[in-house]
């Protein structure tokens, strides 16, 4: 729908791409249950998919997500951990795209985000 919909998140170091170890923080007030969530992360440089990636966040048992279980209205504040390699960006503006699905399918949308990352300096 078209209101307004209340979703932050962060990531420290901001600034610096080499850390092994990202602090993020999410907040969200979903619209949904959120019993099921598979997340579709597209990211964009000069009109080529530079990177696609896709995962189930939550199925309904045994999710390690503290997302997974959350209930429509319902505000959703957590910390997490960002561990392991990181694609490197050359220096460019970059769109992002964040969907979240309710099914498996990708029919139930729970959530669409499009914003710009920013590269300021080359990483080689």
Not at 14 to 24: L, Q, R, Y
Not at 59 to 69: H, L
Not at 83 to 111: C, E, H, W
Request: aromatic share 12%.
């Amino acid at each position: 729908d078209s209101t307004d919909h209340v979703f932050m998140f962060n990531v420290t170091p901001c600034g610096i791409i080499n850390e092994s170890v990202w602090k993020a923080s999410l907040t969200w007030i979903p619209r949904n249950d959120i019993t099921f969530l598979k997340v579709v992360f597209n990211v964009w440089y000069d009109g080529v998919k530079a990177l696609h990636w896709k995962d189930v966040l939550c199925c309904g048992a045994d999710d390690e997500y503290s997302i997974c279980g959350a209930l429509k209205g319902e505000t959703v504040a957590t910390s997490f951990d960002i561990k392991g390699a990181r694609t490197k960006f050359p220096k460019g503006n970059y769109t992002i795209i964040l969907q979240g699905f309710s099914d498996d399918s990708d029919n139930n949308m729970v959530i669409c985000l499009n914003f710009t990352m920013i590269v300021k300096q080359d990483t080689f």
